[in-house]
């Protein structure tokens, strides 16, 4: 079992930024790919980001790549994912997710999932 908490959400301006945080815990999560994704008001999940399985390389999706950075700390239990210039359509439940196989942005190949942080990008 892997245990995903996320935290940093709020109320931001279009504009702004804000860092999102995913504490991981339980059994050996260091060998799970972790993820980013998020559901807007009436869409699918979709992803946003995610670390490749060596754990340096990073992947984004086209609407916030060079506006999104994921990094990790030192200790590889804490995720981020900072967030830059954000506008109105980052609006969202964003959540982080951990998968052991498959694609980086499929969220069904992700097998843990955290409850989520709500963002919200007000103009």
């Known amino acids: 079992q892997v245990q995903l908490v996320e935290s940093g959400g709020g109320l931001v301006q279009a504009g702004g930024s804000l860092r999102l945080s995913c504490k991981a815990s339980?059994?050996?999560?260091?060998?799970?790919?972790l993820g980013w994704f998020r559901r807007a008001p009436g869409k699918e999940r979709e992803f946003v980001a995610a670390?490749?399985?060596?754990?340096?390389?990073?992947f984004y999706a086209d609407s916030v790549k060079d506006r999104a950075t994921i990094s990790r700390d030192n200790a590889g239990n804490t995720v981020y994912l900072q967030m830059n210039r954000l506008k109105l359509e980052d609006t969202a439940l964003y959540y982080c997710?951990?998968?052991?196989?498959?694609?980086?942005?499929?969220?069904?190949?992700?097998?843990?999932w955290g409850q989520g942080t709500q963002v919200t990008v007000s103009s």
């Open positions: 670390f490749d399985w060596s754990g340096h390389g990073t």
């Open positions: 339980g059994n050996t999560y260091s060998n799970f790919r």
């Open positions: 997710a951990a998968s052991i196989a498959g694609y980086y942005d499929l969220p069904d190949d992700y097998i843990y």
